[in-house]
């Protein structure tokens, strides 16, 4: 019996040993799971809330999608910034940027022989077209075609500053200086200073931003080398609507040589008075608006301006004071292909009408007749995206009307003058840009006799700084 006991008494003692075992193993997977669990929750929790930040870091602020909201938000972190130092300058230091473009020319004329060809009725070469971007690719060989220097800061919370300042081997000059509102009610935006005016598409960009290394033709005799670049005043309207439309008035010193100019001149016996200035008046509206992948923008420009227009060559005067008003339609469309390749068309066409009296002067004998200009051409070009880092397009460009009536006389002067170009371009990165372009110019003459330019152009585009988007 004592055996039975003792040996029931070993068993009992075995199960219980074993059942604490057994026990204590759940107990540690339980506590296994628990901590798996607690893993996943704040993993969980990472996901669903950004982690806290260390008090010794900065704080990020999101930055607003209104370009006039980021604006705000730069200037009032850089007076921050001043009014805990009043002697630290830097935090109002403004963006800069430098662009140089540089390219190599194969032409089938001589540089002199190129100065002398004209367009009748439109284009002669002034002999001081020798400032800021001038002529770009003007002679053969090697060109600097310029140097420039962009600025931009927020003046205050009211106003933005911009100066463009190009630079040549003959010189400097300031492009562009203006100041821009920042938050005028109703949609309601003003410019003031110099700028290139908002007629058209083109005038308004930099060369830098063009999608050829050369100037449409059309651009070149309306408004010559330069551009319509002018002092002056804007005041545009963003209308509340549903897609964009902006409508636009320009007063403008008008000094533009090739359709307006506000000095006076003297040609033999006859002086003419200077024009009355602000001389130039101009007006636009723009609209954007997407289907499907297609993206489209157009826009209806005028101006309206005296013009006082002096010439001499070789010991001839030639001259004309009177009226132009200038009309110009512009249509952008681009097709998405996906987020990198696009085909995209631009075309503009300008027309000019102008009235006054013209004047010609060999040295000793001096003509004057009524005289009437109706001329108008246009360009057109196609570009093609096909790589991050490739593109390819050709461009056509017309002056398709050369109407000039003197005494009620219609000259008999050439029409349908044609350029025409192709171009591949390879840009590494956004900074920078090499271009290849072929084409024709069969829109020059010398001594009424058609000169076929052929040229081949190799163009370097480089960017340092801070410099802004281009606009679509």
């Given at each position: 019996?004592?055996?039975?006991?003792?040996?029931?008494?070993?068993?009992?003692?075995?199960?219980?040993?074993?059942?604490?075992?057994?026990?204590?193993?759940?107990?540690?997977?339980?506590?296994?799971?628990?901590?798996?669990?607690?893993?996943?929750?704040?993993?969980?929790?990472?996901?669903?809330?950004?982690?806290?930040?260390?008090?010794?870091?900065?704080?990020?602020?999101?930055?607003?999608?209104?370009?006039?909201?980021?604006?705000?938000?730069?200037?009032?972190?850089?007076?921050?910034?001043?009014?805990?130092?009043?002697?630290?300058?830097?935090?109002?230091?403004?963006?800069?940027?430098?662009?140089?473009?540089?390219?190599?020319?194969?032409?089938?004329?001589?540089?002199?022989?190129?100065?002398?060809?004209?367009?009748?009725?439109?284009?002669?070469?002034?002999?001081?077209?020798?400032?800021?971007?001038?002529?770009?690719?003007?002679?053969?060989?090697?060109?600097?075609?310029?140097?420039?220097?962009?600025?931009?800061?927020?003046?205050?919370?009211?106003?933005?500053?911009?100066?463009?300042?190009?630079?040549?081997?003959?010189?400097?000059?300031?492009?562009?200086?203006?100041?821009?509102?920042?938050?005028?009610?109703?949609?309601?935006?003003?410019?003031?200073?110099?700028?290139?005016?908002?007629?058209?598409?083109?005038?308004?960009?930099?060369?830098?931003?063009?999608?050829?290394?050369?100037?449409?033709?059309?651009?070149?005799?309306?408004?010559?080398?330069?551009?319509?670049?002018?002092?002056?005043?804007?005041?545009?309207?963003?209308?509340?609507?549903?897609?964009?439309?902006?409508?636009?008035?320009?007063?403008l010193q008008g000094e533009n040589e090739q359709s307006f100019g506000t000095d006076g001149f003297k040609i033999g016996t006859v002086e003419v008075s200077e024009?009355?200035?602000?001389?130039?008046?101009?007006?636009?509206?723009?609209?954007?608006?997407?289907?499907?992948?297609?993206?489209?923008?157009?826009?209806?420009?005028?101006?309206?301006?005296?013009?006082?227009?002096?010439?001499?060559?070789?010991?001839?005067?030639?001259?004309?004071?009177?009226?132009?008003?200038?009309?110009?339609?512009?249509?952008?469309?681009?097709?998405?292909?996906?987020?990198?390749?696009?085909?995209?068309?631009?075309?503009?066409?300008?027309?000019?009408?102008?009235?006054?009296?013209?004047?010609?002067?060999?040295?000793?004998?001096?003509?004057?007749?009524?005289?009437?200009?109706?001329?108008?051409?246009?360009?057109?070009?196609?570009?093609?995206?096909?790589?991050?880092?490739?593109?390819?397009?050709?461009?056509?460009?017309?002056?398709?009307?050369?109407?000039?009536?003197?005494?009620?006389?219609?000259?008999?002067?050439?029409?349908?003058?044609?350029?025409?170009?192709?171009?591949?371009?390879?840009?590494?990165?956004?900074?920078?840009?090499?271009?290849?372009?072929?084409?024709?110019?069969?829109?020059?003459?010398?001594?009424?006799?058609?000169?076929?330019?052929?040229?081949?152009?190799?163009?370097?585009?480089?960017?340092?700084?801070?410099?802004?988007?281009?606009?679509?």
């Open positions: 019996m004592k055996k039975a006991m003792l040996l029931l008494s070993i068993f009992s003692l075995s199960f219980a040993q074993e059942n604490l075992e057994e026990l204590k193993r759940q107990l540690e997977e339980q506590r296994r799971l628990i901590r798996e669990l607690e893993k996943k929750i704040e993993a969980l929790e990472k996901a669903q809330k950004p982690e806290a930040k260390q008090e010794d870091k900065k704080e990020e602020k999101p930055i607003p999608a209104d370009r006039t909201l980021q604006l705000r938000s730069k200037y009032e972190e850089r007076l921050k910034a001043f009014q805990i130092s009043p002697f630290r300058q830097t935090a109002f230091l403004p963006d800069i940027s430098l662009i140089v473009d540089t390219s190599v020319v194969g032409r089938n004329k001589k540089d002199k022989e190129l100065g002398e060809l004209k367009i009748p009725g439109l284009y002669h070469k002034h002999e001081h077209d020798k400032h800021g971007h001038g002529a770009l690719n003007e002679k053969r060989g090697f060109n600097l075609n310029y140097a420039e220097l962009f600025f931009y800061a927020p003046v205050d919370p009211y106003f933005d500053l911009y100066a463009t300042i190009p630079f040549s081997e003959h010189g400097a000059e300031v492009e562009e200086a203006y100041a821009v509102t920042r938050g005028l009610p109703g949609g309601f935006q003003l410019k003031v200073g110099k700028f290139r005016s908002s007629f058209g598409r083109l005038n308004s960009q930099h060369p830098h931003a063009w999608d050829f290394a050369t100037q449409p033709l059309v651009y070149k005799v309306f408004f010559g080398d330069d551009g319509l670049t002018e002092k002056g005043i804007q005041i545009n309207w963003l209308a509340p609507t549903p897609f964009y439309l902006l409508l636009g008035a320009e007063v024009t009355r200035k602000p001389n130039l008046y101009v007006g636009f509206v723009k609209t954007s608006f997407d289907v499907g992948n297609l993206s489209i923008l157009t826009g209806l420009s005028y101006g309206t301006g005296h013009s006082r227009i002096y010439h001499k060559h070789e010991g001839e005067e030639h001259a004309f004071a009177g009226k132009t008003k200038l009309y110009g339609f512009d249509l952008t469309a681009r097709y998405n292909l996906d987020s990198i390749r696009y085909i995209s068309f631009q075309g503009e066409y300008i027309y000019r009408d102008s009235k006054g009296t013209g004047f010609e002067y060999d040295g000793s004998t001096l003509t004057t007749e009524e005289v009437k200009k109706k001329q108008g051409g246009f360009y057109s070009q196609l570009v093609f995206r096909f790589d991050k880092m490739w593109r390819a397009g050709i461009q056509y460009n017309l002056i398709n009307k050369n109407d000039v009536k003197k005494d009620g006389v219609k000259n008999d002067l050439p029409k349908n003058l044609s350029a025409y170009y192709a171009m591949l371009e390879f840009s590494p990165t956004e900074f920078s840009r090499i271009r290849l372009q072929a084409g024709q110019n069969r829109a020059f003459y010398e001594g009424g006799r058609r000169k076929t330019v052929n040229e081949v152009i190799l163009q370097f585009n480089f960017a340092i700084g801070a410099h802004g988007a281009h606009p679509f």
